[in-house]
Nanobody, 121 residues
Framework: QVQLVESGGGLVQPGGSLRLSCAAS????????MGWYRQAPGKQRELVATITSGGSTNYADSVKGRFTISRDNAKNTVQVHLQMSSLKPEDTAVYYC?????????????WGQGTQVTVSS
């Protein structure tokens, strides 16, 4: 089992910055890829950025050059951060942290509870 707790959402003006964090606990040794997804009202959940245990990153085209994902691996926890800059109103959404866990035989996905990001003047 993996537990994910997100923090850092809020209201920001267009052009501003926010930093989201997600702390994973539980069976963290099996965590492979972690990432951020978002869901705007009336839209499907979409990938924002992912990072593997080796540090390889992947970004949605809409956030490339504006968002940066990073990862901290510690003894008892794994944290993933999303630094968001040059925010636009279209970035408004609930942002969800995701972790892919590999048990040795199968993969499982875990989600955080979500954190609201609102970009508005």
């Amino acid at each position: 089992q993996v537990q994910l707790v997100e923090s850092g959402g809020g209201l920001v003006q267009p052009g501003g910055s926010l930093r989201l964090s997600c702390a994973a606990s539980g069976s963290i040794l099996g965590i492979n890829t972690m990432g951020w997804y978002r869901q705007a009202p009336g839209k499907q959940r979409e990938l924002v950025a992912t990072i593997t245990s080796g540090g390889s990153t992947n970004y949605a085209d809409s956030v490339k050059g504006r968002f940066t994902i990073s990862r901290d691996n510690a003894k008892n926890t794994v944290q993933v951060h999303l630094q968001m800059s040059s925010l636009k109103p279209e970035d408004t959404a609930v942002y969800y942290c995701n972790a892919v866990y590999y048990s040795g035989t199968s993969y499982s996905g875990y989600w955080g509870q979500g954190t609201q990001v609102t970009v508005s003047s």
